[in-house]
């Protein structure tokens, strides 16, 4: 059993140090993940990141902030991971970011499995 609580306090400090990652080491992050030619495209998105993961951490206190919670999850989840889907097999972007669409399918799951637990 998965209770939604925990997965947005998970998802939303997952979120916040996936996010952190190239703002403090843009240079580490693309050894994984390939280079960059559009730095602040990276830095935003990571912003972006690191929001959703706060308002998560934020909103999880309550019914409705699990609400909100799994919203703002599941809509992370589904966006980056149709990112990687689209633009990994057309050479966009590189292969590592498969790893990212397993993480984010994880999500996925996790929010799948909090709502059938019917908490």
Known sequence: MVAPATVARAQGLFNVVGGLW???????????????????????????????????LGAAKTSEGLRYARRTGIGTALTFLLVDLVYVPFGRMSPAYLMDAAKETGWLVAWWKASRDGR
Do not use: N
Not at 43 to 54: N, P, Q, T, W
């Open 22 to 56: 190239p703002l403090v080491s843009l240079r580490t992050f693309e050894r994984v993940y390939g280079p960059k030619t559009e730095d602040w495209l990276q830095k935003a998105s990571a912003g972006l990141l690191m929001s959703a993961g706060l308002s998560m």
